[in-house]
């Protein structure tokens, strides 16, 4: 059976999302051995790590982030990746 990214240990997440006066900031991409690539962006006090097979995908999405479409170049991301990975950022800034 599927598992949808939102569910873990049948609690489910919090929605990824950009709410008025959130930052959102693309950090980094990473490509692993050709295969996939992690974009790594910040929303808010959170950092998020996205797994996507298709590095067009990763390029587009980045492209509607440096034109400040941040809320499609977000869901660009959520909607093709196959894997997320959720980090809090430290509350000492």
Known sequence: MYQ???RSSGKKREPIV???G???EWE???DIDGS???VTVAVADS???FYLWSSKTVKTAQKLHSKES???S???LKKYSFDVKVQEKDSDD
């Open 36 to 38: 996939y690539s992690i």
């Open 70 to 72: 941040f809320k499609k």
């Open 74 to 76: 977000l869901n660009m």
């Open 4 to 6: 949808n990214w939102y």
């Open 47 to 49: 950092r998020y790590n």
């Open 18 to 20: 950009i709410s008025d």
């Open 22 to 24: 959130d930052s959102f």
């Open 28 to 30: 980094s991409v990473r």
